[in-house]
């Protein structure tokens, strides 16, 4: 008996321990899964959909986008433990309503910024959830427009991840959620950053919806990216019932590793809620620690003055619009860094995380953008607008990436009233010495002023700037002052103007020549930028071609297409990096040498080389053509890299070889070789080094290039290629058939969970590709 009694005992104190050591914990899990779908609600069919979600296939060209209510169903079994139960959706393009059990819990407008429903107080056992959806042009949502004007395609759905979060009565609220001023979840700010020491502050916002008064800490952990560890526990705090706290402490790291540019490094920092030794919740977020400066003499990133290298960005894909997944996001984040770049704004709206994450990942500085472009609306447009404000500083506060805030209407003729209040509603949200607003009007309540290089006029544009307030950022340069002469902001009154040899849209399949008047165009605005005295930098228009909503083709200013293939400016930015720089895959840098040039017999003999090396050697079937340093010009003065020129007097079939050198010793080469007749058909799968996801719906491009019998690209293919595909957990988006584009056909691959393998094949009329076979990375 006695024995019995000491077991029962020491059952009881271990169960005690148990209790004393674990909570209920929060739990965060997917809710993109098993959907149903229906544009008209009165309809008995519902189609089985996945988040991300679009209402509809777009074509290729959109110019008369889909627009209206879109309706989604989910049940679901509550948790039996929970005692909180929320629903977070990443971005619903841009009204939403949301009804569970038949309760109106939420009506939220904004299509590119997160909302939460907390649905505690109305769920069952079994519930229904119903979201309607409505993307029709709406002049108080911003960015306003009307979509027929507007300059970009906002689409519809839900296009980003809903999550599932439940929790304990006492919990750490979300950021965006709470609406607290400078609060709200965790916040980690450091205020004084060295590489001897970085010193700054946690706050953790939590509210108690117990029954009970509670005495709570916060035991906060953080993780170099070395794996040293280093804690605190704030002071207890007494909190009331139904009411809520925030818990601020000092935090101290001695030797912190700096995130940068060319070394990312992040810290996880972890957030346990506790009450005495029980964890209630807990929250976890990926930060990094870095020195940032503006000041007279420029922009410095932990104590060295940097020029910024960048890019605009529309997060678009074909077909299927902003409803792409999160490694597709991180594939983009990927091709951008590649490409030379160090630096990307987020034109003209806030986008997913999914995509900072990977520019904290990768080392890309961002300005985040709310939505805005050409339209300042009343009142309620207003309000709006100062909500996105609040709700990006607060989801987007600990992300490194992020140096520079535009809290402006892009290009929009905002009141003197809204720029003081939105400025000051910035700074109230990031208190900060190194919070920058951005702003394209040169007003004096922003800290960084972002014209675009069309904002001003031939042939100095922004090189004469003296007024010397602030410093320059040109936020967009390269197209429009090659499209329209500097005829203004009416894009549609002025499009005749565009000459085909002159503007940088250039599709892939225009040809060399204007593909060559493309990376010139570039490449002489980009010479011109650095030659202002008070600019910090510049971003290139843009980085992918997309749609435009009012026009009958694709806006091809990008340099890469809209499928994510390069044309020849692409290459003449990737020659512009340091050779010195290099990076682990899947990125790539260093040394560089890119023939431009398809060696046909219509290819221009004048053959321009991009490269950052000392020397190129050019030569034709293993002749010596030349061997010089790059050529300097009126367009090409400034450039770290300017390409090399090589004159030919004649074309002979063939291989063109460039070969770099960099203090004598080869450390490049690029061969192209004359193509012969199309006799095959590779495939090619785009991963840009990011593995197809096992856990959610993927999005990937496929690629068919024509080649020759020796594998060479036969640039003047523009048959019609048909892609087939053998799995049950994949399918094909987009027109199929499709007609080749310099050689190249593409279209989207959408995975789902399932079976590891999928098979693609590709035909056209004469030629058919071996199989490509696909398998998921392993988890």
């Not at 929320?86 to 939403?96: N, S, Y």
């Not at 004084?192 to 919806?209: C, D, I, P, Q, T």
């Not at 170099?224 to 009331?240: D, H, L, N, Q, W």
């Amino acid at each position: 008996m006695y024995k019995v009694l000491i077991f029962v005992l020491g059952l009881l104190v271990l169960n005690s321990c148990k209790n004393r050591t674990e909570g209920f914990q929060r739990t965060e899990s997917s809710f993109n899964s098993d959907w149903a779908f229906t544009k008209d609600s009165t309809s008995l069919k519902w189609e089985t959909v996945q988040i991300p979600h679009t209402p509809e296939i777009e074509p290729l060209v959109v110019n008369d986008q889909w627009q209206g209510d879109a309706w989604y169903k989910k049940t679901f079994e509550r948790h039996p433990e929970s005692k909180k139960s929320f629903l977070e959706f990443e971005g619903v393009m841009h009204e939403a309503w949301v009804w569970v059990n038949g309760h109106l819990l939420k009506h939220h407008q904004g299509g590119y910024l997160p909302f939460t429903v907390d649905m505690t107080d109305v769920l069952k056992i079994q519930n229904t959830l119903i979201v309607k959806v409505n993307n029709e042009n709406n002049p108080h949502i911003p960015p306003g427009k009307p979509l027929e004007q507007l300059d970009f395609n906002y689409y519809g759905g839900i296009y980003r991840n809903v999550n599932l979060v439940e929790t304990h009565s006492v919990y750490i609220t979300d950021p965006v959620a709470a609406n607290q001023v400078n609060s709200g979840g965790v916040l980690v700010h450091f205020d004084s950053v060295s590489k001897e020491k970085a010193m700054g502050l946690v706050k953790v916002h939590f509210r108690n919806e117990s029954s009970e008064d509670k005495k709570i800490s916060a035991k906060i952990v953080f993780k170099s990216p070395s794996g040293r560890t280093i804690s605190k526990t704030t002071e207890s705090a007494e909190v009331t019932s139904s009411t809520d706290r925030v818990l601020t402490t000092q935090i101290d790291i001695e030797n912190p590793e700096l995130w940068g540019i060319h070394s990312p490094k992040l810290y996880q920092v972890n957030v346990n809620l506790m009450e005495g030794e029980t964890i209630l919740d807990t929250k976890e977020l990926t930060t990094g620690i870095r020195a940032i400066e503006l000041n007279a003499n420029g922009f410095f990133l932990n104590g060295e003055n940097v020029f910024i290298q960048g890019t605009n960005r529309h997060q678009e894909y074909p077909y299927v619009g902003y409803a792409i997944s999160d490694e597709a996001n991180y594939r983009d984040a990927v091709k951008i860094k590649n490409a030379g770049f160090d630096f990307v704004r987020l034109s003209h709206y806030p986008q997913t995380e999914a995509f900072l994450d990977a520019c904290d990942e990768l080392g890309l500085l961002v300005m985040n953008c709310i939505s805005g472009w050409q339209f300042f609306g009343g009142e309620e447009f207003q309000e709006n607008a100062y909500q996105e404000i609040k709700d990006f500083a607060r989801r987007d506060r600990h992300h490194p990436s992020i140096v520079f805030w535009e809290n402006s209407l892009n290009e929009s003729p905002m009141t003197e009233e809204f720029m003081m209040k939105a400025n000051a509603l910035l700074k109230a949200e990031l208190p900060y010495e190194d919070t920058y607003s951005a702003g394209w009007i040169d007003h004096p309540s922003y800290d960084l002023y972002i014209p675009a290089r069309q904002h001003a006029k031939a042939p100095t544009y922004w090189t004469d700037y003296e007024k010397n307030a602030r410093k320059i950022f040109i936020a967009e340069y390269g197209d429009w002052e090659y499209y329209a002469q500097n005829a203004g902001f009416n894009q549609t009154a002025f499009e005749n103007l565009s000459e085909d040899e002159r503007t940088s849209r250039q599709g892939r399949g225009d040809g060399e020549r204007r593909l060559l008047q493309q990376a010139f165009n570039f490449q002489e605005a980009f010479n011109s930028n650095l030659k202002g005295e008070h600019t910090i930098g510049h971003a290139n228009w843009l980085m992918f071609d997309y749609n435009r909503g009012y026009a009958d083709n694709i806006e091809h200013s990008g340099i890469r297409d809209i499928f994510r293939i390069p044309k020849f400016a692409y290459y003449f930015y990737k020659s512009q990096r340091s050779p010195a720089i290099t990076y682990e895959a899947p990125l790539e840098a260093g040394p560089v040498v890119y023939i431009a040039n398809y060696w046909t017999p219509t290819s221009p003999q004048a053959v321009r080389v991009f490269s950052n090396t000392d020397e190129v050697a050019l030569y034709l079937n293993e002749k010596l053509i030349a061997r010089q340093t790059p050529t300097r010009n009126a367009f090409s003065s400034a450039l770290p890299h300017p390409p090399f020129e090589f004159k030919l007097s004649e074309f002979k079939a063939g291989t063109l070889k460039a070969v770099g050198y960099i203090d004598g010793e080869e450390v490049a080469i690029h061969e192209v070789k004359t193509p012969s007749e199309a006799q095959q058909i590779r495939l090619k799968v785009d991963t840009s080094g990011i593995g197809l996801s096992q856990k959610q719906d993927d999005i990937v491009f496929l690629h068919a290039e024509i080649t020759d019998a020796e594998g060479t690209l036969v640039p003047g293919f523009e048959g019609e290629i048909k892609f087939s595909i053998e799995s049950e957990s994949a399918e094909l988006i987009g027109q199929n058939p499709i007609k080749a584009e310099a050689g190249i056909a593409s279209i989207l691959l959408k995975t789902k969970t399932g079976s590891d393998v999928i098979m693609v094949v590709a035909k056209a009329e004469g030629l058919e590709s071996e199989p490509l076979i696909l398998r998921k990375k392993q988890k």
